[in-house]
């Protein structure tokens, strides 16, 4: 079946230094992704999202990157804090964020060493 | 403003035993509600949705079912729970289009 997976399952960055990670979606129809983080023993937190018309989104010292040729999907962390630790995740939908909910990948833990 | 209320917080019930987890959504009407399960150290699997009061989705065949009975709660319920029932369940909710926005979470084990 389709399915969202991720390249890495641990990415360990310095504080102060930029992180990048990485998913891949196999899912040629989904139009509209997002990225979360979860800190232990707490839901998944909204980060950013991006839908298939663009390419490239930003927020607040994070950016997010879609490649729709390639099916890859990144997110960029700009001048990692000790508060960026936390497992991340891709999500995927076919329906634009409809009622039938999202698909996850299986997530990356980003450490920040000091 | 939104939220979501999820309870309890962790919960260890033995093999056999009856399940329900309550959410419920304040600040919003008619949203999206889903109930996810999350495997130590995997991803996050969708067990059911609603799009409104009555209305279920179930995406996996399994021991647990949902109900809705109300616009803002959603309950997730299991008559007799199987060890591979435990996890972590999240509930979520959303209005169409946008992201999802979980709850804290439902630490189960099932013993």
């Known amino acids: 079946g389709e399915s969202v997976g991720l390249h890495l399952p641990t990415l360990s960055v310095q504080e102060g230094d930029n992180s990048i990670i990485n998913c891949a979606y196999s899912?040629?129809?989904?139009?509209?992704f997002i990225w979360y983080k979860q800190e232990s023993g707490k839901g998944p937190q909204f980060i950013i999202d991006?839908?298939?018309?663009?390419d490239k989104r930003q927020g607040q010292r994070v950016t997010v990157l879609l490649n729709k040729t390639v099916k890859h999907l990144s997110l960029q962390i700009a001048a990692t804090q000790p508060g960026d630790s936390a497992v991340y995740f891709c999500?995927?939908?076919?329906?634009?964020?409809?009622?039938?909910?999202?698909?996850f990948g299986k997530g990356t833990h980003l450490i920040i060493q000091p | 403003s939104q939220t979501i209320h999820q309870w309890p917080a962790t919960l260890v019930q033995p093999v056999g035993s009856p399940l329900s987890l309550e959410c419920t959504v304040e600040?919003?009407?008619?949203?999206?509600l889903y109930w996810y399960r999350q495997a130590a150290g995997r991803g996050l699997q969708l067990l059911f949705y609603?799009?409104?009061?009555?209305?279920i989705s179930s995406e996996v065949p399994q021991n647990l079912s949902a109900s809705r009975p109300q616009d803002r709660q959603f309950i997730l319920s299991s008559k007799k729970l199987l060890l591979s029932d435990s996890g972590f369940y999240l509930c979520?909710?959303?209005?169409?289009?946008?992201?999802?926005?979980f709850g804290n979470g439902t630490r189960l084990t099932v013993t």
């Open positions: 979520a909710w959303s209005p169409s289009g946008s992201p999802l926005h």
């Open positions: 899912n040629s129809a989904s139009d509209y």
């Open positions: 991006i839908r298939s018309n663009m």
């Open positions: 999500a995927e939908s076919a329906s634009g964020g409809g009622a039938d909910g999202l698909t």
């Open positions: 600040g919003t009407s008619n949203p999206n």
């Open positions: 609603s799009v409104g009061i009555g209305q």
